[in-house]
């Protein structure tokens, strides 16, 4: 006991990590009880540090080890680990087209492996990571979706509520707006056309040609139909777009 009481006191030890690596039984009425006592402001932002530090393991092609998510995210949160773990999954998958996979199931260590439509070209994988391409294709389905043309601001605030934010440093994006609105621009996955007799000045995103070879609107609007669990022809202008695309 009283090694323990020291080990708590001069920070994490051996035995700590042993600690960590277990994760109490509960049920889901258990975890349930347990997330009324916290706010959901307090959630949200685990979800959001979860987000990232998965991201930036995945950047650096790092296995990811349980003991590191609760012993460096999750800390005192450990009794709504599932419900965390649940929600940032769900983020990966809809933003960034992601998903979280275990690899071995005695360590508990996993890896995140892409859920995007395949693309073509060599291009695409040299010029953006991983993360990028997900964000790109989010952005992709987005104007697709509205009819393969979204104001500016409808971008932005589909992003905000996706917890990437354009005036913010992203730390896997960095700048944001500076990324959608230069370098996919540059690269012409984007394009960005000005909207006549507007003040201030509004803008309009459009696929960019090269967007337009790499992949297909069929590809786009499956990866929208597996996010939402939906089937492509429950929108039907879209699924006739995209057939006559294909």
Known sequence: MSQRKRSRGSGL????????????????????????????????????????????????????????????????????????????????????????????????????????????GENLKQDIQTAKLGLLIVILSFIFMKGNSAKDSAVWEFLRRLRVHPGEKHEVFGDVKKLVTEELVRQKYLEVTPIPLTDPPEFNFQWGPRAAKETSKKDILSFVAKVQKKEPSFWISQYNEAKANA
């Not at 051996?14 to 109490?24: A, I, K, N, R």
């Not at 005192?76 to 965390?84: A, C, L, R």
């Open 13 to 120: 030890t051996q035995g700590d990590d042993e600690d960590f690596s277990v994760l109490p039984t509960q049920s889901p009425s258990q975890v349930q009880r347990n997330l009324e006592s916290r706010s959901q402001e307090e959630i949200d932002r685990k979800v959001t540090e979860l987000v990232q530090f998965l991201l930036v393991k995945d950047q650096k092609k790092i296995p990811i080890k349980r003991v590191d998510i609760l012993k460096k995210v999750i800390r005192e949160y450990k009794d709504v680990y599932s419900e965390i773990v649940n929600r940032a999954g769900r983020t990966l998958q809809q933003v960034f087209g992601l998903q979280m996979v275990e690899i071995d199931t005695k360590h508990h260590i996993y890896i995140l492996t892409s859920t995007l439509p395949r693309v073509e």
